[in-house]
């Protein structure tokens, strides 16, 4: 009987990587760049209210 492992991601892991996904698509940014890019760009969204979104 084989065993499977499930890794739990959140849905604000989930955000980061398709906001950074994006960014390294359009730009030349590399890994590292693109991550920090995409978690303050969560973190700003995040942060407006959500009459504004």
């Known amino acids: 009987m084989t065993t ?3 890794t739990f991601v959140s849905r604000y892991e ?4 398709l906001v ?3 960014v390294r698509k359009h730009t ?3 890994d ?3 991550a920090a890019l995409a978690t ?3 973190r700003v969204i995040d942060t407006v209210p ?3 979104r």
Do not use: G, K, P, Y
């Open 4 to 6: 499977t492992e499930a």
């Open 14 to 17: 989930r955000r980061v990587h």
């Open 20 to 22: 950074q996904d994006i």
């Open 28 to 30: 030349e940014l590399d």
């Open 32 to 34: 590292t760049a693109s």
């Open 40 to 42: 303050e760009m969560v």
């Open 50 to 52: 959500e009459q504004l």
